[in-house]
């Protein structure tokens, strides 16, 4: 299956079980109302903060590449909710043979995620304005400087999206959810499920969070 098309049939199912069927509509099942737009712009300014843009401190650290690849897959989350939302998901597909850049510029990064920001924040403002498909192209762009490709996104996508749920259907939202498993976060956890076993399908990842979680219990 065209990995993108499936990716986003995941997000569809995991917005469905956290937020109620009535997500589309833009609020949640509790009535909470829904900005995925903020989401990608606060999500875009962590990932900013991977990089050393701080000229009074630290300025010799070197960039956190694989933290902002972890935040740029939460605002892939938040770009397929907001493309469902809007209606129009399916032009995303067209980027399923996207290549990879092979050059980690930082300071290109950072001023592709600055322009996210501001197109997020702005349409946020004003909603009379359609920024889905700059969004779509900057976040591309984005990957691409990563020398990510879509195979890799799918992956990453993968373990947090079944993270995501299994925190959900374990008591996430009630604060019964326990996130340190043995002394290990359970993100690690789970990436280091998926580095170990890079074929399986999200439902046999699932299957090995329950394996792992019942040991903590």
């Not at 199912?13 to 937020?19: E, P, V």
């Not at 043979?97 to 510029?105: C, I, K, L, N, P």
């Not at 969004?135 to 990957?143: H, K």
């Not at 998926?194 to 019942?214: A, G, N």
Request: net charge negative; proline share 2%; charged share 30%.
């Amino acid at each position: 299956m065209n990995q993108i098309k499936q990716m986003f049939e995941l997000q569809q199912q995991l917005n469905d079980a956290t937020n109620g069927e009535i997500w589309t509509e833009g609020a949640t099942k509790e009535g909470r109302q829904i900005s995925w737009l903020r989401c990608i712009y606060m999500e875009a300014a962590e990932a900013i903060d991977s990089f050393n843009w701080k000229h009074w401190k630290d300025i010799d650290a070197k960039p956190d590449l694989d933290n902002a690849k972890v935040e740029l897959v939460d605002i892939w989350h938040f770009l397929m909710s907001e493309a469902i939302h809007f209606g129009d998901a399916s032009f995303a597909e067209s980027y399923n043979d996207m290549q990879a850049e092979r050059d980690t510029d930082p300071e290109k990064l950072v001023e592709i995620l600055e322009k996210m920001i501001a197109t997020a924040a702005s349409a946020n403002v004003d909603q009379s304005q359609n920024s889905l498909y700059q969004l779509f192209a900057l976040f591309f762009q984005a990957i691409a400087h990563m020398e990510m490709d879509v195979p890799e996104l799918y992956r990453r996508y993968v373990v947090k999206n079944q993270l995501n749920t299994f925190r959900q259907d374990h008591g996430y939202k009630e604060g019964t959810y326990v996130k340190i498993w043995d002394a290990v976060e359970d993100n690690v956890v789970a990436f280091n499920i998926m580095d170990e076993h890079p074929d399986l399908t999200p439902d046999q990842l699932y299957k090995k969070l329950e394996e792992e979680y019942k040991q903590i219990n």
